[in-house]
């Protein structure tokens, strides 16, 4: 089928609601905005961009039971606007829709070198066979969440120079999170931001069918983030069948690496967790209240089981099996590669041929991606946005628990005294279950609303 030139917002929208199924549509450069409802495809209806060098940028995507789409070589994002509040934000909801693949698209912020004024990049719910490739999540407050969604692909993507979490997940049914590149986030002081999270607060259904694999998560010049933090807060969602294979953490500042509190048939295998020798509070590995699973042949700084129905076998210590361990400093984050942190034969190996992951194709006229300051800024929390989209059945992260190495898994010097698997007192359980969560209970209550982004 022929491709047709597009112009405007007003002709895109005109051209989607005559569309029928296999259409392709090429957006001149410039700035567009869609709002599509109803519309089922035969077969997918293609947005791209008529200048690869130049793309045009979709600066407000909304689609409310769509089927259908593709979305490839775009620009998607824009700045808030003055007083916009930054969490609940978006560059684009999607609900109730199916079918939708996103291909080489940047999806970013206001790029003016400060995540901390961006809103999310996608919020995605109630919504299934979603597909995102190859993509740039750049200077946003989170890249994407994803609530009530099934089979969801996030895979080859780059998340940078983000706020806070990568990306977010509740009541997600299977989920593939692959050969994905996290670095360069620059957190407020009261963030607790994680490359991938999963929760169940607000929610009413468990997250399973999981696989977390391939993935690098480095620090590089941000302020560091946790790694892969799944938390069944409401006790009785754990989450099943979950595969957490041969990802690579490295950052300092916040502890979890790789943690699971809450489910069954849990196997995380062939990681490496760690971070540099002269921090004083290590990276971990931990697993609690987990029934049915195995830890085995990672590489972390700390192994922390809370559970005895876990198997724990073949797994080393950093220190233990990274060569080269002078370049393992605070001083030398920045600059650390994957080849740096890669052990003989356990935890993470570079399986992929062209390096850790797929990144997008560089477009000449994008923006430079923006700097991180180094220093975490010390500013009061955003308050959740009062309104969204209809039927955007999505809550935003629950502060995560425990940031800190409890009092009871140190030794005096403040790190962990041995690479051993430590079971948590229960007072220490105690304290770490009573932190506090994020209601958004308020807004999801208000998702009728039809406020913008």
């Not at 070589?73 to 684009?92: F, K, T, V, Y």
Request: charged residues 15%; hydrophobic residues 35%; without cysteine.
């Amino acid at each position: 089928m022929a491709t047709k030139v597009i112009n405007s917002s007003e002709e895109l929208t005109a051209a989607l609601k005559k569309a029928k199924g296999g259409e392709h549509f090429a957006l001149s450069s410039g700035t567009y905005s869609l709002t599509l409802s109803n519309m089922s495809y035969s077969a997918p209806v293609t947005i791209t961009s008529a200048n690869g060098s130049n793309p045009a940028n979709i600066t407000w995507l909304k689609l409310t039971n769509v089927s259908n789409m593709t979305f490839e070589g775009l620009e998607i994002g824009r700045a808030l606007a003055a007083g916009q509040p930054l969490d609940g934000s978006s560059m684009a909801k999607i609900a109730g829709s199916s079918n939708l693949t996103f291909n080489r698209v940047h999806v970013r912020g206001s790029l003016d070198d400060n995540s901390l004024n961006d809103g999310t990049g996608l919020i995605i719910g109630s919504s299934k066979n979603i597909t995102i490739t190859n993509s740039e999540f750049q200077q946003l407050y989170r890249a994407a969440t994803f609530g009530g969604v099934e089979n969801v692909n996030f895979v080859g993507n780059k998340v940078n120079d983000v706020r806070s979490d990568g990306i977010n997940f509740v009541s997600a049914k299977n989920v593939n999170i692959e050969n994905n590149f996290f670095t360069d986030f620059g957190r407020m002081k009261a963030d607790h931001p994680d490359a991938i999270q999963f929760w169940t607060t607000n929610a009413k259904t468990a997250s399973t069918d999981i696989v977390i694999r391939n993935n690098v998560i480095l620090q590089g010049n941000g302020t560091g983030m946790q790694g892969i933090f799944m938390r069944d807060e409401q006790g009785h969602l754990p989450f099943e069948r979950v595969l957490i294979e041969n990802n690579l953490v490295y950052e300092r500042n916040m502890p979890n690496g790789i943690t699971v509190i809450g489910g069954k048939d849990i196997t995380v295998r062939n990681n490496t967790v760690t971070s540099p020798k002269d921090e004083k509070a290590n990276v971990w590995i931990r697993l609690e209240k987990i029934v049915g699973g195995s830890v085995t042949d990672n590489v972390s700084d700390a192994i922390i089981k809370a559970t005895d129905k876990v198997n724990f076998a073949g797994n080393q210590k950093t220190t233990d099996v990274l060569r080269d361990l002078s370049r393992l400093t605070i001083a030398n984050v920045p600059k650390m590669s994957v080849a740096d942190l890669i052990a003989n034969g356990i935890g993470f190996q570079n399986k992929l041929p062209s390096g850790p992951v797929s990144t997008p194709d560089s477009e000449p006229n994008r923006p430079a991606p923006g700097k991180t300051t180094g220093a975490i800024v010390d500013k009061k929390p955003i308050t959740a946005a009062s309104g969204s989209s209809t039927g955007v059945a999505v809550m935003f992260a629950p502060l995560t628990l425990s940031e800190v190495l409890p009092a009871d898994l140190t030794s005096s010097s403040g790190t962990t005294s041995e690479f051993t698997t430590v079971p948590l007192s229960s007072s220490v359980w105690t304290a770490l279950s009573t932190s506090s969560q994020l209601d958004m209970a308020s807004w999801l209550a208000s998702s009728s609303a039809s406020s913008k982004g």
